[in-house]
């Protein structure tokens, strides 16, 4: 996808940091896997399960963790993580690739809303009334963007993304194609005759440098907004409820749900398809597991999982203990045999 | 979002009823959280948690409990549910912003469908031949209608909802963004050389006063329709399979599936993340806790939950004995030894 | 859906074998279920739990195994699998409707790509450049084609699909509203200072006879591509993340979520809302059921549930060893008083 620019490893490496062993010279055009790599693709290891692929692969130059640089004869770059390193390496080969600046000609665009010359804004685009664009932004065919909403400088949406009437997004954030902010909250109060619904008249407010997954929703608030905070990473199909504040720089895996005014801490990492029901207090730096079920405040730093979660070594003990109910079970019916025969006895 | 349109408390308290407690005449002129309301709010209790905040709001009335009436100085409206109480007064104050009638220039309508003169048809809409629009009908930027779709009158479609071919929706629909009502169910049968696909040709038939949240997917019968009866309330990213019917007024949180030809009750209630296996039937006036997996029909009103759920306080129960099993195998071991040592003293 | 045409029993049987009780000439309008049927229509029985609805059936003729012959005097096609025989009628009796061909004159396409002659590009269609069509290509109304995109012949796009830059169909592939195929993987590295995006490079490989279900994401590699082989099936609302390998034949049910670069067998099944964590190896015909969460490789053929997931028969052991643990406490119970009564009493 990317042309075939040129960077030396010595190029790389003043850019980067790390230390090179071998030629400094050796071009480097591209990054790959080392099963794929060819002569002027570099290829990193980070995982150890890919060792063998190192001793095979025919990359010309590699990424190295400082502890691993004996492993191969290759050109290499040293370094203390070699997948971060690996990371910008990539997106100097690979920077995003952005149409040109405009509107197109299909765009719909409502009254009391200024495009900026360095926007390009797609085939077939709805944009409404008093929509604040910031420079640069990118916003792909089919997207809908409903009133005064606000999208700030940088960010770009991919094709059919829909942003509900007021919802503020930051900096340079990336949407991907049928994410939905700013849709109704899901607030409904049991009255005789049925369900009657309750205006959700709060919006949405996401930061800087947030990205957000295919088909993932982010309602608006029932009064307040519901909050992103900068540098929060959502992958695809989630679910953010109603008033959830996700602090900044927390990153979510695919098919999770997170039900209304929970607040999630900042520095979370939260595994796919969790659940985590509403109105719960997630404190910073908290690991949860994929498929953890989280019915509880979580008050402190570590690391949860199962279902219901708890901590995830008390979770992984109990697991192992219900794998071993048999053998318990067996040891019990013994001592009952053992009892009963000296009971007789006596 | 709302005009500033001024209600005093006594105008609110001859629409739904209450006690006012306090100056009849206080002006309100939205509705707000205890938080972040000041002087021309009402706010509401309904949660204890919240207490502190009603000592603390700048609300200029608030709406209560009437056991709670002693709790504050402020105007009061007295009730018997606030929380219901406050989704009536917000619904007065937050009236449903529509665009004005007409159909934009850009959709595109085929022959054979009529469009009311009272309904708004957005930018980009596509709608297909012989489709049935009622009165007021709403039809956001961006959805794409089948052929012979049939929209109840007062219903509205967000921007980028998919209606499948001869689906129909009842009056008051509400349907987010991203919803596809009508997809191919699941249907295939094994044959030697892979999967061979079931045509799916049954419909989807949903009823009146029925909400569907963003990127909501419900199928399209094998044969027969897949049915979702009056008043039913969907979240958001719920999966809904083939020839499932959805009771009358039952409320089903995000993430939820639920599989092919499953009958669901009415008046359930159904937390986010839970997964119903097909082929089942569950009763009127079940609870279903979030992310429970239901593997069996459920024939009697309650509560339930768990993998696989079950009556929600075995669910329980059976959760701490897990977390207890280190004790129990200690009592197991000390019997042990102690029965061990009595055997060896004789 | 389908127009009245008539096929006799004996011109069925011509076509897909079995054999005829009763009369060969009755005329079949429709596939039918037992309960509706009426008397132009054939039903099938496949499931015992509606036998009793062969008893009542008005059907003109029904499809049974051939062990159930003696079930009903109706005209009959007895086969070895009913299920897949009445997918074979279905089929010829309901083939898939499709538009003329040609391009909607609200269609958007790029310079350098070419539409074939027997296409159908729907309203409002956005299509990128130097995109290969096959003969017969259908695009639903809505769809967004990025540069380079591939479809082959006689693939067929609902409305509403995106495709992102580079991903390749097969041939006969039939893809759902609201899909989105090849949005970037979710990988980024973690830095001093917040999160670091990695750039998705890979691409999407789709094989042929794939379904694609509605809401469905498939992310774009890392590096190498996403693949599906030929022959998968997916229901709506799944996850499948960047280098993810789906195996030939495989069948998905909806809400189920794969993580990066899990490797799936062929011909495996795998239930609804099932979690299968990153790195692992699925081999060849596993079945995987509703909501497991696969948290290691499964080196096996076999059946596979639970949370975490293990042999299916050792996690209903294990869930019933659970539900029986105060049971078990209770034996603990009576042993530890009997052995202190003894103890006492010497």
């Known amino acids: 996808m990317?042309?075939?620019k040129i960077f030396r490893l010595a190029q790389i490496v003043e850019r980067f940091g790390g230390e090179i062993i071998g030629n400094p010279q050796t071009p480097i055009s591209q990054v790959a896997t080392l099963e794929n790599a060819s002569?002027?693709?570099v290829g990193f290891l980070s995982n150890k399960k890919y060792?063998?692929?190192l001793a095979e692969t025919r990359a010309g130059a590699v990424i190295l963790h400082a502890a691993d640089g004996g492993l191969t004869r290759l050109p290499r770059i040293l370094c203390n993580d070699p997948y971060l390193y690996f990371a910008k390496v990539s997106a100097l080969f690979n920077p995003p690739i952005v149409g040109a600046a405009g509107v197109h000609k299909t765009a719909v665009i409502e009254r009391g809303t200024k495009v900026p010359a360095s926007a390009s804004i797609g085939a077939g685009v709805y944009i409404g009334r008093a929509v604040k664009l910031g420079k640069g932004v990118v916003i792909g065919a089919g997207c809908c963007l409903g009133d005064k909403v606000e999208i700030g400088a940088g960010s770009r949406l991919h094709a059919r993304v829909t942003v509900y009437p007021g919802c503020r997004l930051g900096q340079r954030t990336l949407v991907h194609s049928?994410?939905?902010?700013?849709?109704?909250g899901f607030g409904i109060a049991l009255d005789?005759?049925?369900?009657?619904?309750?205006p959700q008249t709060g919006g949405v407010l996401i930061g800087d440098d947030v990205e957000i997954g295919a088909n993932t929703c982010i309602d608006r608030g029932a009064l307040d907004d519901t909050v992103?905070?900068?540098g929060v990473k959502l992958d695809n199909l989630i679910q953010i409820g109603h008033n959830v504040r996700v602090g900044a720089h927390t990153a979510i895996a695919g098919c999770t749900g997170i039900?209304?005014?929970?607040?999630?801490?900042k520095h979370c990492m939260i595994g796919g398809a969790a659940n985590i029901v509403g109105h719960l207090d997630i404190a910073d730096r908290v690991i949860i597991h994929a498929a953890a079920v989280v019915t509880k405040s979580i008050r402190k730093a570590g690391s949860y999982g199962g279902h219901p979660a708890e901590d995830s070594r008390n979770w992984s003990r109990h697991v192992a203990s219900l794998r071993q109910l048999d053998l318990l079970r067996e040891r019990v019916r013994?001592?009952?045999q053992r009892l009963s025969a000296r009971e007789n006895k006596n």
């Open 2 to 4: 990317a042309k075939a």
């Open 39 to 41: 002569s002027q693709h």
């Open 51 to 53: 060792r063998k692929q």
């Open 178 to 184: 049928g994410a939905v902010i700013g849709a109704d």
């Open 192 to 198: 005789e005759d049925g369900w009657r619904k309750i």
């Open 228 to 230: 992103i905070e900068n």
């Open 259 to 265: 039900a209304g005014s929970t607040r999630i801490g």
């Open 334 to 336: 013994d001592l009952e």
